[in-house]
């Protein structure tokens, strides 16, 4: 079975022993790795379900990839956490314990600040914007490649759609009514400061973790997209969903250094070319997939608010002058913003 399949020794050793070292984990075999007479497999961490448009993606991406090198390459997805939360997969592959995960960019700042550019409201007008400044490959490069002497490639991103707060008791429609209220962020100090500046108080907290943490009432509400609001069933304990918008938000493709280096240049090429194909896809599917949660989280109960925006924009204003402190990190920001069509053709915008 190509993904999903049965957990190799490797994966269950992570799942038993939580973080071991990776000479423990029967790695591959670099210098044979591809070779025409085996198939290497390649073990891949989501922190999604398998309904979720990152694990339809990745399949696919799987599929074409095996097909394309006669079965000499099979990357295996593991959904679901199944490998470990998001900071435990990031280590995981950084110590060659497993290939590849998808993380959030917020991940990616606590090795480099210079990912909270990317990770910031205000950066990116849309998921389109979003997307095509992360296909640019001149523009993102010192980026992706910054973290290479930490064995981690950053292949590419998947968006994360705009993030909106959702609460369980009542519905936040201005800054003020998050007074008081816990929401849990991502393990990231400027979404702890996004959240400050929003009107509440924070929480970072893992994925997996956020379900029964707002049922027992340990936290008030979260802030995510439509799809994950769905697919981790958090309507079911958050009802009032609130169109904020704050933060179109970013996923990483990030893979093992040394096996991307250990890769035929035709494997690699193959492998680039299929992953750049998956980034379209993941994109075509999100705008109807997040139609859809929409339309699932109203039938099982949720409310759509609409919210005063502007007010919370003004909220977050100071956030950019807070961490935007190096002239690499300006640079970066003022270029993804000028790449903003549809902002630069507004009168109106001061950036
Ligand atoms: C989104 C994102 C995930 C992230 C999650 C979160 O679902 O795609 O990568 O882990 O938000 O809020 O933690």
Redesign the pocket.
């Known amino acids: 079975m190509r993904t999903r399949g049965p957990l190799t020794l490797g994966a269950t050793a992570v799942l038993a022993f939580g973080l071991v070292s990776c000479a423990d984990l029967g790695g591959l075999d670099l210098d044979t790795v591809g070779a025409p007479d085996k198939t290497t497999y390649v073990k891949l961490a989501l922190?999604?379900s398998e309904s979720?448009p990152?694990f339809i993606a990745l399949e696919n991406l799987s599929k074409r990839f095996e097909e394309r090198t006669d079965g000499r390459w099979v990357i295996e997805v593991f959904p679901n956490e199944q490998l470990g939360s998001?900071q435990e997969v990031l280590q995981f592959v950084m110590s060659s314990a497993i290939e590849m995960a998808?993380?959030?960019g917020?991940q990616l700042e606590n090795l480099n600040k210079d990912f909270q550019v990317l990770n910031m409201p205000t950066t990116f007008g849309s998921v389109d914007h979003q997307m095509s400044v992360v296909r640019d490959q001149d523009l993102m490069e010192p980026l992706f490649t910054s973290l290479e002497d930490q064995n981690i490639s950053v292949i590419g991103g998947?968006t994360?759609g705009s993030?909106s707060i959702y609460t369980s008791d009542s519905p936040v429609l201005t800054p003020a009514d998050m007074a008081g209220r816990k929401i849990?962020?991502?393990e990231s100090d400027m979404h702890i400061r996004m959240i400050q500046l929003m009107g509440g108080s924070a929480t970072p907290l893992?994925?997996g973790e956020?379900y029964t943490a707002i049922q027992s009432g340990v936290l008030d509400g979260?802030?995510?997209?439509e799809?994950?609001y769905v697919t981790?069933n958090h309507y079911e304990v958050a009802e009032h969903w609130s169109q904020t918008e704050h933060l179109v938000?970013l996923?990483y493709m990030v893979m093992r250094h040394d096996l991307l280096e250990a890769m035929s240049e035709q494997d690699r090429d193959a492998f680039l070319d299929e992953w750049d194909k998956a980034m379209v896809e993941h994109t075509d599917l999100w705008n109807a997939e997040t139609a859809q949660a929409i339309e699932d989280a109203k039938a099982g109960g949720a409310t759509f608010h609409e919210v005063d925006r502007a007010a919370f924009q003004e909220a977050l204003a100071p956030i950019k002058d807070e961490f935007l402190t190096t002239p690499f990190q300006r640079e970066l920001f003022d270029k993804v913003r000028a790449a903003d069509t549809a902002e630069s053709t507004d009168p109106e915008s001061g950036e």
Do not use: K, L, P
């Not at 979260?222 to 997209?225: L, V």
């Open positions: 922190n999604q979720h990152s998001q998808i993380v959030s917020t998947f994360q993030r849990r962020v991502q893992s994925y956020v979260a802030e995510n997209n799809v994950s981790q938000g996923d």
